[in-house]
């Protein structure tokens, strides 16, 4: 495991007991959630690799839909999590980065909830994308989303004075907020606070993302032999632009990888 993936997996908010038996409360399927069913119906695949699948909410609902699923992520407390869902004995777990793609084949690979920006070194981009290209059979695909502005995503981030409260079922009220210490040439480190009401505890986690540009990701691509197909700007499907919130990438397998 490389020294990245060991900071990610590390991460409080990925290895905490508390945050983990919360991540899905705080966290809870969307719109991105109609919006990946859809797109994974439409290409209709036999076998989906979901990189990242932290606690297993996207990866067990595409195991309920009969799809042959295999869900990795680097953190051991996000994997336990996902075990215990409904329909998680359908899914292949495997507890690793990227390299743990190895061997395995797949006609669609998701990275959702942006774990593309968690790639933060070139040397992991660059690696995770020649991997999915490797896992990938002929003309297979894969799907990512990436938030497009840094400064615009902070804006919709909870501030301490703007918190947000959620109910876990095992916790109580949590209010929680975001704290940006640096933002500079796309890296943004970032402080996740959250306030256990019933018992006072603050609990803090450290973070870091990147954000990549549209041509960045693009060139990426295609040096990793994809072609990119189509490019979404948000979750309601519309076409990317220079405005859009997000860049949500579909792109197939075509040419050789020259990583």
Same mark, same amino acid.
């Given at each position: 495991?490389?020294?990245?993936?060991?900071?990610?997996?590390?991460?409080?908010?990925?290895?905490?007991?508390?945050?983990?038996?919360?991540?899905?409360?705080?966290?809870?399927?969307?719109?991105?959630?109609?919006?990946?069913?859809?797109?994974?119906?439409?290409?209709?695949?036999?076998?989906?690799?979901?990189?990242?699948?932290?606690?297993?909410?996207?990866?067990?609902?595409?195991?309920?839909?009969?799809?042959?699923?295999?869900?990795?992520?680097?953190?051991?407390?996000?994997?336990?999590?996902?075990?215990?869902?409904?329909?998680?004995?359908?899914?292949?777990?495997?507890?690793?980065?990227?390299?743990?793609?190895?061997?395995?084949?797949?006609?669609?690979?998701?990275?959702?909830?942006?774990?593309?920006?968690?790639?933060?070194?070139?040397?992991?981009?660059?690696?995770?994308?020649?991997?999915?290209?490797?896992?990938?059979?002929?003309? $297979?695909?894969?799907?990512?989303?990436?938030?497009?502005?840094?400064?615009?995503?902070?804006?919709?981030?909870?501030?301490?004075?703007?918190?947000?409260?959620?109910?876990?079922?095992?916790?109580?009220?949590?209010?929680?907020?975001?704290?940006?210490?640096?933002?500079?040439? $796309?890296?943004?480190?970032?402080?996740?606070?959250?306030?256990?009401?019933?018992?006072?505890?603050?609990?803090?986690?450290?973070?870091?993302?990147?954000?990549?540009?549209?041509?960045?990701?693009?060139?990426?691509?295609?040096?990793? $032999?994809?072609?990119?197909?189509?490019?979404? $700007?948000?979750?309601?499907?519309?076409?990317?632009?220079?405005?859009?919130?997000?860049?949500?990438?579909?792109?197939?397998?075509?040419?050789?990888?020259?990583?």
């Amino acid at each position: 495991m490389t020294q990245k993936q060991r900071t990610a997996s590390e991460s409080k908010q990925f290895s905490d007991p508390r945050l983990v038996t919360a991540y899905d409360s705080i966290n809870a399927l969307g719109d991105d959630r109609d919006f990946w069913l859809h797109e994974v119906d439409k290409l209709s695949p036999s076998t989906i690799v979901d990189f990242g699948c932290g606690t297993g909410l996207l990866t067990c609902e595409l195991a309920k839909r009969g799809y042959q699923t295999i869900g990795i992520d680097p953190a051991v407390a996000m994997l336990d999590v996902a075990r215990q869902k409904p329909y998680a004995d359908r899914v292949e777990w495997i507890e690793g980065d990227y390299e743990k793609l190895s061997g395995l084949q797949a006609d669609l690979l998701l990275m959702t909830s942006h774990v593309a920006q968690f790639l933060l070194a070139d040397k992991e981009w660059t690696g995770m994308l020649g991997m999915a290209h490797d896992t990938l059979r002929n003309d $297979g695909y894969l799907m990512f989303d990436s938030r497009r502005s840094l400064v615009e995503s902070f804006k919709n981030w909870p501030t301490e004075r703007s918190r947000r409260r959620v109910s876990d079922p095992s916790l109580g009220e949590i209010e929680y907020w975001c704290n940006v210490i640096e933002a500079r040439n $796309g890296l943004a480190t970032y402080e996740l606070h959250y306030l256990f009401k019933e018992s006072g505890e603050v609990v803090v986690s450290t973070d870091k993302i990147l954000f990549r540009s549209y041509s960045e990701i693009e060139e990426g691509l295609t040096t990793a $032999g994809f072609r990119v197909q189509t490019v979404y $700007g948000d979750w309601d499907c519309s076409l990317y632009n220079e405005m859009s919130p997000e860049m949500i990438f579909v792109a197939q397998k075509k040419e050789p990888s020259i990583i």
